[in-house]
């Protein structure tokens, strides 16, 4: 299935992001990507790691994009969300590429 949470330039809240979580969890999504991120701010972070872990226990796998801040992942949600596994961006050699968040 294919749902949109941000508009065409990528602005959304990050609760429509969870809304659609939430959905494609209840509409039989097995994997979900999530291909957006940004720098954890508490609260926000927090819910995203309620929403992740609420797919998680009814079997979705969701991936998350590490982030294009060269920054600890750690600090960015959803990516940070524990049972998410985060996808960095790597050079040829196989080495992280200098933008990626690690």
Do not use: W
């Amino acid at each position: 299935m294919a749902l949109k949470a941000c508009d065409y330039q990528g602005a959304c809240e990050t609760s429509d992001i969870r809304d659609a979580i939430s959905y494609a969890t209840r509409y039989g999504a097995k994997v979900i990507n999530l291909s957006l991120g940004g720098p954890d701010d508490g609260p926000e972070g927090q819910a995203f790691e309620a929403t992740v872990n609420e797919a998680q226990k009814a079997g979705v796998v969701v991936v998350t994009s590490a982030g294009n801040d060269a920054m600890d992942v750690g600090e960015y949600a959803p990516a940070n969300a524990t049972y998410s596994p985060a996808v960095a961006a790597h050079r040829s050699d196989g080495r992280i590429c200098g933008f990626s968040n690690y």
